[in-house]
């Protein structure tokens, strides 16, 4: 019962502030004068008629009441205004169109910097004040204090034009299970997984350390167990409590981290919408991406409070 109320507050909360964010958003954005970027043989008065059409000119009160409408009733976004590839499409279906390589690339980067980092957090841990220990915590400090775009340009330097072992950029298409297809998201996925490695390392040997150094692994040692089943029954059970979550919260966190990456390595996803649309002026694709990133920045909070209370029984979220 604690946990349903918990989940509702919460819930409660996620949409109220998504609201007051969205709301904020659309109120800026429209408070921007509407710019349209036509090209040669383009007729703006056309473009322009058919904003005045969905009442793009409107006050902003009624602007957001229709489209809020639009939204709910008709599942309608908007349509491309500035982008010329997209000019008149819808943007949901854009967007449900990039949302692909933008998932793939992160869900492989996370395959690949879970089972990494948590290993060198246990070995660091395992190996404190040690040289390897030192090794570890050092690289650590080094990778997490660099961004990740400047690992994209490296990877793309080293691997791709030197070595020439990967594309220098994503293919297109949308054959994205295709083992070429795979070859030209790697770079992006190893510059991204830098980053994510460091932090689970650095998470994971802080967590076991405490464990290890706690009373009851005394107390596991007194019975008679050995170092290693200590280790493996007790330790390593209680550190991975706060790290399961963690791996939610990066995973959300790459995903709204890789708007540049997916730039740099031209990988058709949102990312690269998302900045293209800034740059363009073009509104609705705007707000629906608003709307994305900020809607998974919201839920994975939830998600990784609530994973909490099923991890450990002991913890229940709400109770007093």
């Known amino acids: ?13 996620m949409i109220m502030t998504f609201s007051i964010i969205m709301i904020m958003c659309f109120v800026l954005i429209k408070l921007l004068p509407i710019v349209i970027d036509v090209k040669i043989g383009e007729d703006a008065n056309i473009i322009r008629n058919q904003l005045i059409a969905r009442g793009y000119y409107d006050p902003i009160p009624v602007q957001f009441f229709n489209y809020m409408k639009r939204i709910v009733l008709d ?16 943007v949901w279906d854009v967007f449900v169109k990039k949302l692909p390589p933008t998932v793939l690339i992160n869900v492989y980067s996370s395959l690949i910097a879970v089972p990494i980092g948590i290993a060198l957090g246990i070995f660091a841990a395992l190996k404190k004040n040690k040289w390897q220990d030192h090794a570890i ?22 691997l791709c034009f030197k070595l020439q072992l990967f594309p220098t950029t994503m293919y297109g298409g949308y054959d994205y299970f295709a083992w070429s297809m795979f070859l030209s998201m790697l770079p992006s996925v190893i510059s991204l997984s830098f980053g994510s490695v460091t932090r689970y390392a650095r998470f994971t040997r802080a967590e076991l350390t405490e464990v290890l150094t706690s009373e009851f692994m005394l107390l596991a040692r007194t019975k008679g167990l050995t170092k290693k089943q200590a280790t493996t029954r007790h330790a390593l059970r209680n550190a991975m409590v706060p790290i399961f979550p963690m791996i939610i919260g990066e995973f959300i ?9 997916e730039k ?23 707000m629906l991406l608003s709307a994305f990133y900020t ?23 709400g109770a007093k």
């Open 1 to 13: 019962m604690y946990m349903f109320k918990y989940i509702l507050k919460r819930l409660g909360l």
């Open 264 to 286: 740099i390595f031209s990988v058709p996803g949102v990312g690269g919408l998302y900045l293209s649309a800034i740059n363009s002026s073009d509104y609705d694709f705007f």
């Open 75 to 90: 599942g309608d976004w908007g349509i491309g205004v500035n982008l010329a590839e997209y000019r008149n499409m819808p």
């Open 253 to 261: 966190s790459v995903l709204g981290g890789s708007l540049v990456i």
């Open 137 to 158: 915590s050092t690289s650590v400090m080094i990778f997490i204090s660099v961004p990740s775009f400047v690992y994209a340009f490296l990877v793309q330097y080293l």
């Open 295 to 317: 809607f998974i920045g919201l839920a994975a909070s939830i998600l990784i409070d609530i994973s909490y209370g099923f991890i450990d029984p002991r913890i229940r979220m």
